[in-house]
């Protein structure tokens, strides 16, 4: 996508109104959900024109499943693991982590759209403005869910067994789309406070490698440092890895995963009031 300057098309907008960030009741909510339904046409349509895009997409979980589950698959032992293969083991760090590089990087697109005014253009279209960001954080959730059904298929192919069947295979995408939702606010944030892509993609690669591996996707925390296992409790990426984890391997345990979703909610709150109150700055 070029990134040139484009002439502001109109007039800067008003500052938002509480009606703006609400679709009115009746057909003001059958109006917000056919302007989302549009947007992320629009998202959908792009990805489709771009077909290598569309091949790392999808290639992409099933590359962090079969590179690091067999590369690590002959380094564990039984201590570590008692009764786990690697692989299996593997399967929740590999789902998690494709969806945590999906939504991290969902803000890039509006970056790119204040970049070049389209995003300033749109703003004074005849929608509501909150269209503008839940038609982001539809698409990318459902492109992260599709991801992680393409992960669990792949790891079926490979002897993988989800222990919940199924049912657990819908809790697994639930809990995707809480730790997704948490990840998509915090890229909105550096979207909107960033002035240009350079600096956005710079912030993400450095903050990728240490919220991977002080978590519990690679490894368990059993086996860290105490320093790393202290900052592996305060990591997100943890909780979500721990509740699929569970989910696959061990059966339905709902004392540890309703501790891991409440603490992806609370995730999900802090981010969401943080991204509103940004949101309201850079919609204005």
Same mark, same amino acid.
């Given at each position: 996508?070029?990134?040139?300057?484009?002439?502001?098309?109109?007039?800067?907008?008003?500052?938002?109104?509480?009606?703006?960030?609400?679709?009115?009741?009746?057909?003001? *909510?059958?109006?917000?959900?056919?302007?989302?339904?549009?947007?992320?046409?629009?998202?959908?349509?792009?990805?489709?024109?771009?077909?290598?895009?569309?091949?790392?997409?999808?290639?992409?979980?099933?590359?962090?499943?079969?590179?690091?589950?067999?590369?690590?698959?002959?380094?564990?032992?039984?201590?570590?693991?008692?009764? /786990?293969? $690697?692989?299996?083991?593997?399967? &929740?760090?590999?789902?998690?982590?494709?969806?945590?590089? &999906?939504?991290?990087?969902?803000?890039?697109?509006?970056?790119?759209?204040?970049?070049?005014? =389209?995003?300033?253009?749109?703003?004074? #279209?005849?929608?509501?403005?909150?269209?503008?960001?839940?038609?982001?954080?539809?698409?990318? *959730?459902?492109?992260?869910?599709?991801?992680?059904?393409?992960?669990?298929?792949?790891?079926?192919?490979?002897?993988?067994?989800? #222990?919940?069947?199924?049912?657990?295979?819908?809790?697994?995408?639930?809990?995707?789309?809480?730790?997704?939702?948490?990840?998509?606010? /915090?890229?909105?944030?550096?979207?909107?406070?960033?002035?240009?892509?350079?600096?956005?993609?710079? %912030?993400?690669? =450095?903050?990728?490698?240490?919220?991977?591996?002080?978590?519990?996707?690679?490894?368990?925390?059993?086996?860290?440092?105490?320093?790393?296992?202290?900052?592996?409790? %305060?990591?997100?990426?943890? $909780?979500?890895?721990?509740?699929?984890?569970?989910?696959?391997? $061990?059966?339905?345990?709902?004392?540890?995963?309703? &501790?891991?979703? &409440?603490?992806? %909610?609370? =995730?999900?709150?802090?981010?969401?009031?943080? #991204?509103?109150?940004?949101?309201?700055?850079?919609?204005?």
């Amino acid at each position: 996508m070029s990134v040139g300057t484009v002439e502001r098309q109109a007039s800067v907008p008003p500052a938002l109104s509480a009606s703006d960030w609400h679709a009115e009741p009746g057909g003001g *909510l059958r109006a917000f959900a056919d302007e989302n339904a549009v947007l992320m046409g629009r998202w959908f349509s792009r990805l489709r024109r771009e077909r290598l895009s569309l091949a790392t997409t999808l290639a992409q979980p099933v590359l962090w499943l079969l590179l690091f589950g067999h590369l690590f698959s002959g380094m564990t032992s039984a201590a570590v693991l008692p009764g /786990v293969d $690697y692989l299996t083991f593997m399967t &929740a760090g590999a789902v998690v982590m494709t969806i945590y590089n &999906a939504s991290i990087n969902s803000g890039v697109e509006l970056l790119f759209d204040r970049e070049t005014g =389209f995003l300033e253009r749109m703003m004074v #279209a005849p929608i509501n403005r909150l269209s503008l960001v839940v038609s982001r954080f539809a698409y990318v *959730l459902l492109v992260s869910s599709a991801q992680s059904v393409l992960i669990l298929a792949m790891a079926y192919a490979l002897g993988v067994r989800v #222990a919940t069947g199924l049912g657990g295979i819908a809790m697994i995408l639930a809990v995707g789309v809480l730790f997704g939702i948490g990840l998509v606010s /915090v890229s909105m944030i550096l979207a909107f406070s960033i002035k240009r892509h350079g600096e956005f993609f710079t %912030l993400i690669g =450095f903050m990728a490698l240490p919220l991977i591996f002080l978590s519990s996707a690679l490894a368990p925390t059993s086996v860290m440092p105490p320093w790393m296992r202290a900052l592996a409790q %305060l990591n997100p990426m943890t $909780y979500a890895v721990d509740a699929t984890r569970s989910l696959v391997i $061990y059966g339905w345990d709902w004392t540890l995963v309703g &501790a891991m979703i &409440a603490a992806l %909610l609370a =995730f999900d709150v802090v981010t969401l009031v943080g #991204a509103s109150l940004v949101l309201r700055r850079g919609l204005s």
